[in-house]
């Protein structure tokens, strides 16, 4: 099967039904795991991008939320929210089939805190610089709450079976 093609073809038919342009699919051991379009203006939720819903049916179906062994294509360079849910889950390989400057011409998705072309710039700031308003308001019953966390996992504080650089 041409996984290519068949991420185009859903981004392609997700536009016909009124969606937005763009489209997952996971595959492993050389069949599709898990797919899906953007549903965001079909569901009224902003978190409902390809990438994201396509992780979550993969890692529903292997029962893990670890995707290695995978290779995940995306219709196009993921988003941030996408790219960070991408390194979480830790696939073989991401394939991209298009560009943000070569979709840009014809789509283009910028929020009140969040435009994509300066939005990497703009995550890298201090929390107290960025655009979007956050405040820290620190409490210890917070960090209570991770050190709970260790106590239940027999002292450890990595996740267990979390796939690792080393």
């Excluded at 549903?39 to 890692?59: F, G, M, S, W, Y």
């Excluded at 070569?102 to 990497?120: G, N, W």
Aim: hydrophobic content about 35%.
């Amino acid at each position: 099967m041409d996984f290519v093609q068949r991420t185009i073809d859903i981004a392609r038919q997700n536009v016909a039904e009124g969606g937005r342009p763009f489209a997952t699919v996971i595959v492993k051991d050389g069949q599709i795991l898990a797919e899906s379009p953007n549903k965001v203006a079909q569901t009224n939720d902003p978190t409902a991008h390809a990438e994201i819903l396509a992780i979550r049916e993969a890692c529903r179906k292997l029962g893990t939320e670890h995707l290695t062994g995978t290779t995940i294509y995306v219709l196009a360079h993921p988003c941030p929210m996408c790219l960070g849910s991408l390194y979480y889950c830790s696939p073989d390989e991401v394939v991209f089939l298009t560009t943000r400057d070569a979709y840009e011409p014809h789509y283009v998705d910028d929020r009140k805190y969040f435009e994509l072309a300066t939005f990497y710039d703009e995550f890298a700031k201090d929390y107290t610089e960025r655009r979007l308003p956050m405040r820290y308001e620190p409490r210890e019953d917070a960090v209570d709450v991770y050190r709970f966390w260790q106590r239940r996992n027999g002292g450890e504080r990595h996740v267990a079976d979390a796939p690792t650089t080393t």
